[in-house]
């Protein structure tokens, strides 16, 4: 027997369709990575779980190829329902992890800053000490050996000698030449110079950010303003930006995706199931990256 659901009720009519099609919102959150509380949201007609614009709709269309339903009709009437200017209220959330993120990069960084002067402070003092005190000595010291210097003796000259005469025992001595020298101690040889380990250093200028998909993944990048993704990545599908000055990247699953950056292993942005946007700039891309233990 047919449910009678009130006009415009667009989640009853998904959740009717999931009971005939025997499906559990568990089932469908494994198929579409979409978590179970956005697609419990989405029966109940709350769209504040569901993140703004193409990323709501595709949500949609996931939705409805799960349960049978024709997606590009569906998404007409999700659209028709929910007004384009009131799916956007899943941005806020994400925008307000943002700026808390650029909020405590900005805080490390005062505080690194804060360091270095109470350091470079007392160095330079004592520096600047010991300079004046080497100066006001150095006169004083070169005076001292002046004033307290003896007259120069004259001494007579010496007497020259005559030359003494050869006698046979001197004769008898064989030349110095025919005196061999004694060998010289062997050298040994300097011992091999060591290698010091090259040190990977962090390009300040660019970066290289390598995008992998560890599952199904919508994702959207905008780099220097360009937008470069705006797709469903599949588990294996793989990218590799060049970042001048910053990118922007939306995700529909935080624990999807695998970032490097630099070639150095960036932490998770979110949790499973969890849609999330994040902007890397050269600025704050240290604070993205796996701390080392």
């Known amino acids: 027997m047919a449910v009678d659901r009130p006009p415009g009720d667009f989640?009853?009519?998904?959740?009717?369709?999931?009971?005939?099609?025997?499906?559990?919102?568990?089932?469908?959150?494994?198929?579409?990575?979409?978590?179970?509380?956005?697609?419990?949201?989405?029966?109940?007609?709350?769209?504040?779980?569901?993140?703004?614009?193409?990323?709501?709709?595709?949500?949609?269309?996931?939705?409805a190829l799960e349960v049978g339903l024709d997606p590009e009709t569906t998404i007409q009437e999700f659209i028709?329902?929910?007004?384009?200017?009131?799916?956007?209220?899943?941005?806020?959330?994400?925008r307000q992890v943002e700026d808390h993120q650029a909020v405590e990069s900005d805080r490390r960084m005062a505080g690194t800053f804060l360091r270095l002067i109470l350091v470079s402070v007392p160095v330079a003092g004592a520096v600047l000490y010991f300079a004046t005190a080497g100066r006001r000595?150095?006169?004083?010291?070169?005076?001292?050996?002046?004033?307290?210097?003896?007259?120069?003796?004259?001494?007579?000259?010496?007497?020259?000698?005559?030359?003494?005469?050869?006698?046979?025992?001197?004769?008898?001595?064989?030349?110095?030449?025919?005196?061999?020298?004694?060998?010289?101690?062997?050298?040994?040889?300097?011992?091999?110079?060591?290698?010091?380990?090259?040190?990977?250093?962090?390009?300040?200028?660019?970066?290289?950010?390598?995008?992998?998909?560890?599952?199904?993944?919508?994702?959207?990048?905008?780099?220097?303003?360009?937008?470069?993704?705006?797709?469903?990545?599949?588990?294996?599908?793989?990218?590799?930006?060049e970042i001048a000055r910053e990118m922007e990247i939306t995700a529909g699953d935080g624990a999807a995706l695998a970032l490097t950056l630099n070639g150095v292993n960036a932490r998770p942005l979110g949790k499973a199931g969890e849609v999330v946007t994040a902007r890397i700039n050269l600025t704050n891309f240290k604070t993205y990256m796996v701390q080392a233990r």
């Open 137 to 241: 000595d150095a006169p004083a010291e070169l005076a001292a050996p002046a004033a307290s210097a003896p007259a120069p003796e004259t001494k007579p000259a010496p007497e020259t000698k005559p030359a003494l005469e050869t006698t046979p025992a001197a004769a008898a001595l064989p030349p110095p030449s025919a005196v061999s020298p004694p060998s010289p101690a062997p050298i040994a040889p300097p011992p091999p110079a060591t290698t010091q380990p090259s040190v990977a250093t962090t390009a300040a200028d660019h970066l290289t950010i390598s995008i992998a998909a560890k599952g199904p993944c919508w994702v959207t990048a905008i780099v220097d303003g360009r937008r470069v993704i705006d797709r469903l990545m599949q588990r294996g599908d793989q990218k590799t930006l």
């Open 80 to 94: 028709a329902q929910f007004p384009n200017d009131s799916v956007t209220v899943g941005h806020p959330t994400s």
């Open 11 to 63: 989640g009853g009519k998904l959740r009717a369709a999931r009971e005939r099609r025997g499906v559990s919102l568990r089932e469908i959150a494994n198929a579409t990575k979409i978590a179970v509380s956005v697609l419990e949201a989405l029966e109940r007609n709350d769209i504040s779980r569901l993140p703004g614009g193409i990323f709501g709709r595709a949500f949609v269309r996931s939705y």
